[in-house]
C-alpha cells in the first residue's frame, strides 16, 4: 500500500510540480491550496506526512502546523520556506515540524527528504507493532494457561550433582602379617623325583 503525502500550498505551479514529483515515486498524493482545505482533508483522515508552505493567506502553516498536532500528535510535517521566513522556518521545527526545505528546492533533495523523514517515522511504529503483538500473545497465554501468577518468571535452575565420594587409603595393620616359621630341616619338593628315605637291604 502505498504511503499517502498531504501537500499545502497557494502557489499552483509548485503544488502542481511537487504533487509529480512525488506521484512518481509511487506516493499517494493528495494537494491542497490553502490552510482551511487541508483541514477538510485531514479531519478524514491522517496522512503518512504533510508537506505545508509557511506564508499562505488566511490560515498560514505555523497554524496549519498546530491543527496537524492537535489532531494527529505523531503525523511528521514538512515545512516550506523561503529565505525570508527562514527564522520562521526554525521556530516550526521548534513547535513540532520534522524539518524543513527553502523553496525552491531541487527534486532529488525533496524525494530524499521525504524518504529519510517517512523511514524515520517507521521505525518507532514498527517497534510499537512488535510490542503490541507480544501484548496479544502473552494475553493468549494467560487465558489458556491459567493466571498471570501461574506463569512461571524464570527458566527452572539445573539440580546440583553430588560431590563424588572420597576413598580414603586403609590404615596400616598394628602388627606385621604372618609368615609360616619352620624350625626343622627343609623338605625337599615331592616332585623332584628322589626319594625321602634310605632303601634297606633285602633280607631273604
Given at each position: 500500500?502505498?504511503?499517502t ?20 515515486e ?23 506526512l ?8 488566511g ?7 498546530g491543527?496537524?498536532?492537535s489532531l ?21 521545527v521548534?513547535?513540532?515540524a ?7 528546492a531541487d ?21 510499537r ?7 496479544n ?7 489458556l494457561?491459567?493466571?498471570p501468577?501461574?506463569m ?17 587409603p586403609?590404615r596400616?595393620?598394628?602388627?606385621p ?7 626343622g ?7 623332584d623325583?628322589?626319594?625321602?628315605h ?7
Amino acid at each position: 500500500m502505498a504511503l499517502t503525502i498531504l501537500i499545502v500550498d497557494d502557489e499552483e505551479n509548485l503544488r502542481i510540480t511537487l504533487s509529480r514529483i512525488l506521484t512518481k515515486e509511487e506516493f499517494d498524493v493528495t494537494s491542497a491550496s490553502n490552510g482551511e482545505e487541508a483541514l477538510q482533508f485531514l479531519q478524514a483522515g491522517a496522512y503518512d506526512l504533510a508537506v505545508i508552505d509557511l506564508l499562505m493567506p488566511g490560515m498560514d502553516g505555523m497554524t496549519l502546523l498546530g491543527e496537524i498536532r492537535s489532531l494527529y500528535p505523531e503525523m511528521p510535517v514538512l515545512i516550506l520556506t523561503a529565505h525570508a521566513a527562514l527564522d520562521s522556518a526554525i521556530e516550526a521545527v521548534r513547535q513540532g515540524a520534522r524539518d524543513y526545505l527553502v523553496k525552491p528546492a531541487d527534486p532529488p533533495l525533496i524525494i530524499a527528504r521525504v524518504n529519510e523523514i517517512l523511514t524515520e517515522q517507521k521505525q518507532p511504529q514498527r517497534q510499537r507493532e512488535i510490542l503490541n503483538k507480544i501484548q496479544n500473545l502473552v494475553s493468549e497465554f494467560q487465558q489458556l494457561s491459567g493466571k498471570p501468577e501461574d506463569m512461571p518468571t524464570s527458566l527452572p535452575r539445573p539440580r546440583p550433582r553430588p560431590a563424588p565420594a572420597r576413598v580414603r587409603p586403609p590404615r596400616p595393620l598394628p602388627f606385621p602379617p604372618a609368615r609360616s616359621i619352620h624350625t626343622g630341616p627343609a623338605r625337599p619338593a615331592p616332585d623332584d623325583g628322589r626319594q625321602l628315605h634310605p632303601p634297606h637291604p633285602l633280607q631273604f
